[in-house]
């Protein structure tokens, strides 16, 4: 925060508990960050490969999305390349080194068939699934209440119709580097006698049990989760929240977020429209990034403020013109033009919307500018 | 040698292969025949070490390490000859999902010819 100043001001004796997460994230200078190290070592792609996208780009949207679920502070080291594996086999992962207390893997390695008997479709925009026309979410209760076990698209077309999607079995094998892995202590210790993964508190849906390959394989005997055994042509898997509890309760991830991870957004707001713009530039706000906007200044202002309003959006008129977020809960950053605020690490402030308003100060006076909502989002 | 002096010795290396010591059974067991079945044991004891030394190097705890003697490792799934009186032993534990080779080659002492090779690796295969 080098040019501006951030000032909490608050104002009644509640904190509407949205902004006192914020608060607290943006107090605290511990990240506690699941960080996914990759390293391509190539082998050639398979001559089949079809969609024009590469393993690399899948690798890392597949370890960035895993990166979002499971938000403790942990570094794996994961080596991946393309390889031939023969026989019906699509990807294979090994784990070459554990440790630490709880106990996970620290590197593995995963190589993915380029033998040709895989035909893959490898997708340039992994996270869109436009090829699949339909996307299908199925939950069911393990014990511990109901829990998503499906994330799937379906209905293929183009070079998706009738070939193995390369992103889910990326994000799979990626999957066993987080827990699921047949050498990985944490998990014989878990699933070895007893064939499953026993859900326990702090994390969510405590109570569920969730089965494993009665073969004594790490996977899960769950149809549609992601990490179970095998991968069909024409689907999309996605990472579920069975595989997510899955993996955190081995490797004692004892925070994470559920569901499909949410992109920052800003939306812009202006009430009545009485208010000139003020923001002119803004990106998005990422945890673990840096968040940062520049307000106007051709009215002839020489300082600007921006108002995060942590109480919600409101509108009611002023002298200055139309207030449009709410008080009592302000923080304010001010500076000449450009704001910027380190968003934490923290998935509990994932999808928290913040409305910001920008103001200018004078001379000639202060006057209201226009609002905009502000979701903090995973990626 | 006598079919009574064979099963002698078939006892002494069930004995010496789970006594670990089976070099010494080898010197007393010159002919290829006896040889080979000296091997086998020893092989099977060679294994079941280079698998807990892998379980360490990979940073299993030594409490779990030394309660691991996987099943497969008792079968010889393939041994073929590797010259000079060596033979090379296959331990193969796969299934369909998950890969579980030991691959390693005695002399015909029973001496450990290099590094035994340790396949171990979750596999996703395709499905229908
Ligand atoms: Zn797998």
């Given at each position: 925060?080098?040019?501006?100043?951030?000032?909490?001001?608050?104002?009644?004796?509640?904190?509407?508990?949205?902004?006192?997460?914020?608060?607290?994230?943006?107090?605290?200078?511990?990240?506690?960050?699941?960080?996914?190290?990759?390293?391509?070592?190539?082998?050639?792609?398979?001559?089949?490969?079809?969609?024009?996208?590469?393993?690399?780009?899948?690798?890392?949207?597949?370890?960035?999305?895993?990166?979002?679920?499971?938000?403790?502070?942990?570094?794996?080291?994961?080596?991946?390349?393309?390889?031939?594996?023969?026989?019906?086999?699509?990807?294979?992962?090994?784990?070459?080194?554990?440790?630490?207390?709880?106990?996970?893997?620290?590197?593995?390695?995963?190589?993915?068939?380029?033998?040709?008997?895989?035909?893959?479709?490898?997708?340039?925009?992994?996270?869109?699934?436009?090829?699949?026309?339909?996307?299908?979410?199925?939950?069911?209760?393990?014990?511990?209440?109901?829990?998503?076990?499906?994330?799937?698209?379906?209905?293929?077309?183009?070079?998706?119709?009738?070939?193995?999607?390369?992103?889910?079995?990326?994000?799979?094998?990626?999957?066993?580097?987080?827990?699921?892995?047949?050498?990985?202590?944490?998990?014989?210790?878990?699933?070895?006698?007893?064939?499953?993964?026993?859900?326990?508190?702090?994390?969510?849906?405590?109570?569920?049990?969730?089965?494993?390959?009665?073969?004594?394989?790490?996977?899960?005997?769950?149809?549609?989760?992601?990490?179970?055994?095998?991968?069909?042509?024409?689907?999309?898997?996605?990472?579920?929240?069975?595989?997510?509890?899955?993996?955190?309760?081995?490797?004692?991830?004892?925070?994470?977020?559920?569901?499909?991870?949410?992109?920052?957004?800003?939306?812009?707001?202006?009430?009545?429209?009485?208010?000139?713009?003020?923001?002119?530039?803004?990106?998005?706000?990422?945890?673990?990034?840096?968040?940062?906007?520049?307000?106007?200044?051709?009215?002839?202002?020489?300082?600007?403020?921006?108002?995060?309003?942590?109480?919600?959006?409101?509108?009611?008129?002023?002298?200055?013109?139309?207030?449009?977020?709410?008080?009592?809960?302000?923080?304010?950053?001010?500076?000449?033009?450009?704001?910027?605020?380190?968003?934490?690490?923290?998935?509990?402030?994932?999808?928290?919307?913040?409305?910001?308003?920008?103001?200018?100060?004078?001379?000639?006076?202060?006057?209201?500018?226009?609002?905009?909502?502000?979701?903090?989002?995973?990626? | 040698m006598?079919?009574?002096a064979l099963r002698k010795l078939v006892l002494a290396a069930m004995f010496v292969g789970v006594a670990g010591t089976g070099i010494a059974l080898a010197l007393t067991a010159p002919s290829a025949e006896t040889a080979g079945l000296d091997l086998d044991a020893e092989a099977r004891t060679r294994a079941v070490e280079a698998w807990q030394a892998h379980?360490r190097?990979?940073?299993?705890?030594?409490?779990?390490v030394v309660?691991?003697r996987?099943?497969?490792l008792q079968h010889i799934s393939d041994k073929a000859p590797a010259g000079a009186g060596s033979w090379s032993f296959v331990f193969?534990?796969?299934?369909?999902?998950?890969?579980?080779?030991v691959t390693l080659t005695l002399a015909s002492d029973g001496v450990l010819l290099g590094e035994p090779e340790i396949?171990?690796?979750?596999?996703?295969?395709?499905?229908?």
């Amino acid at each position: 925060m080098k040019h501006s100043i951030l000032v909490a001001v608050r104002r009644g004796a509640k904190l509407f508990a949205a902004g006192c997460a914020l608060q607290l994230a943006l107090a605290s200078s511990a990240s506690a960050q699941l960080t996914i190290v990759r390293n391509f070592t190539g082998g050639a792609p398979p001559a089949n490969l079809a969609g024009g996208g590469n393993l690399p780009d899948i690798f890392n949207a597949a370890a960035d999305w895993w990166e979002r679920t499971l938000c403790t502070q942990h570094t794996v080291t994961i080596t991946f390349r393309w390889g031939a594996l023969g026989g019906f086999t699509l990807g294979s992962h090994s784990l070459t080194a554990q440790g630490g207390s709880p106990n996970r893997e620290t590197a593995g390695t995963i190589t993915f068939d380029n033998d040709g008997s895989s035909v893959f479709f490898a997708d340039p925009t992994p996270t869109e699934s436009s090829e699949y026309a339909v996307f299908v979410e199925l939950d069911d209760d393990l014990g511990g209440g109901l829990i998503n076990v499906g994330r799937l698209h379906r209905n293929a077309s183009g070079a998706a119709l009738g070939r193995i999607d390369l992103f889910t079995v990326v994000q799979h094998e990626i999957g066993h580097a987080l827990g699921l892995s047949s050498a990985n202590a944490s998990f014989v210790a878990e699933a070895g006698a007893d064939k499953d993964v026993d859900v326990v508190a702090p994390l969510p849906a405590a109570g569920s049990v969730l089965p494993t390959d009665p073969g004594g394989s790490a996977h899960l005997d769950m149809s549609r989760a992601l990490m179970k055994p095998s991968a069909s042509p024409s689907f999309r898997h996605l990472v579920t929240d069975a595989d997510i509890l899955a993996n955190a309760e081995i490797s004692k991830f004892d925070t994470v977020l559920l569901g499909i991870p949410i992109e920052a957004t800003t939306v812009v707001r202006n009430g009545t429209g009485v208010n000139p713009t003020g923001f002119v530039e803004v990106t998005p706000a990422v945890i673990g990034e840096n968040w940062s906007t520049t307000v106007d200044l051709s009215n002839g202002a020489n300082m600007s403020l921006v108002v995060l309003g942590l109480a919600g959006p409101t509108s009611s008129m002023t002298k200055w013109g139309e207030l449009l977020v709410a008080f009592p809960h302000l923080t304010v950053s001010i500076a000449p033009g450009a704001h910027s605020a380190a968003i934490p690490f923290d998935c509990a402030i994932v999808g928290l919307t913040i409305p910001t308003q920008a103001a200018t100060l004078g001379p000639p006076k202060l006057e209201l500018h226009n609002a905009l909502d502000v979701t903090v989002g995973a990626y | 040698m006598s079919s009574s002096a064979l099963r002698k010795l078939v006892l002494a290396a069930m004995f010496v292969g789970v006594a670990g010591t089976g070099i010494a059974l080898a010197l007393t067991a010159p002919s290829a025949e006896t040889a080979g079945l000296d091997l086998d044991a020893e092989a099977r004891t060679r294994a079941v070490e280079a698998w807990q030394a892998h379980l360490r190097k990979i940073g299993w705890p030594e409490e779990m390490v030394v309660a691991t003697r996987p099943e497969f490792l008792q079968h010889i799934s393939d041994k073929a000859p590797a010259g000079a009186g060596s033979w090379s032993f296959v331990f193969d534990g796969s299934s369909t999902h998950e890969q579980r080779v030991v691959t390693l080659t005695l002399a015909s002492d029973g001496v450990l010819l290099g590094e035994p090779e340790i396949q171990w690796a979750d596999l996703m295969v395709a499905g229908e």
